[in-house]
T-cell receptor, first 119, second 113 residues
Framework: GAVVSQHPSWVICKSGTSVKIECRSL??????MFWYRQFPKQSLMLMAT?????????EQGVEKDKFLINHASLTLSTLTVTSAHPEDSSFYIC???????????????FGPGTRLLVL | GESVGLHLPTLSVQEGDNSIINCAYS??????FIWYKQESGKGPQFIID?????DKRQGQRVTVLLNKTVKHLSLQIAATQPGDSAVYFC????????????FGQGTTLQVKP
């Protein structure tokens, strides 16, 4: 099946620093990727839609200058948390939408998530 | 606004019993629904999906039922096993074909041996 990877799987950083998280589709091309944030014992909250070759679309309430998204290729999207603060500590999950899905197959695949802890 | 929610936060069942997890959605225009399983510290794992032109779909040990009249979705797991213990989310995709998913609150399924 289709595989989506994230790197790093976990990161600890100091307050004020920036952290970059990568999301890769390993065996398919993804024109669209999505970034979610999940706090403990809560659901996934969509942050933004990342489109290859164009600007990301952010959900209401998500600061685009704080969460920078780059989707430079059909297999890679990056999320940079700039000037991270303790309240940014969360589980960040990406998903990738298969540009050419096979019939009767799921079209969107999730990564394993990245745990961010800001001290 | 749009919302997808679940009725119960935690469901505890005995191993071997059947489990039923429910979900209510509010956007009547949604045409695609997915159930995901999430184990602790991992990303969501696809279980089964259903389109709005169907009211039932079966997989291996799982069945999804869709009732568009009352905007209700359920996931049935037959012969629940300890490995089924996880948080289950329903997700809804609107009719705009953007691929955006709106997730419900999640139900924790606990399987007692």
């Amino acid at each position: 099946g289709a595989v989506v990877s994230q790197h790093p799987s976990w990161v600890i950083c100091k307050s004020g620093t920036s952290v970059k998280i990568e999301c890769r589709s390993l065996d398919f091309q993804a024109t669209t990727m999505f970034w979610y944030r999940q706090f403990p014992k809560q659901s996934l909250m969509l942050m933004a839609t990342s489109n290859e070759g164009s600007k990301a679309t952010y959900e209401q309430g998500v600061e685009k200058d704080k969460f920078l998204i780059n989707h430079a290729s059909l297999t890679l999207s990056t999320l940079t948390v700039t000037s991270a603060h303790p309240e940014d500590s969360s589980f960040y999950i990406c998903s990738a939408r298969d540009a050419t899905p096979r019939p009767n197959q799921e079209t969107q695949y999730f990564g394993p998530g990245t745990r961010l802890l800001v001290l | 606004g749009e919302s997808v929610g679940l009725h119960l936060p935690t469901l505890s069942v005995q191993e071997g019993d059947n489990s039923i997890i429910n979900c209510a959605y509010s956007n009547s225009a949604s045409d695609y629904f997915i159930w995901y399983k999430q184990e602790s510290g991992k990303g969501p794992q696809f279980i089964i999906d259903i389109r709005s032109n169907m009211d039932k779909r079966q997989g291996q040990r799982v069945t999804v039922l869709l009732n568009k009249t009352v905007k209700h979705l359920s996931l049935q797991i037959a012969a629940t096993q300890p490995g089924d213990s996880a948080v289950y989310f329903c997700a809804e995709s609107g009719s705009s074909n953007t691929g955006k998913l709106i997730f419900g609150q999640g139900t924790t399924l606990q399987v007692k041996p």
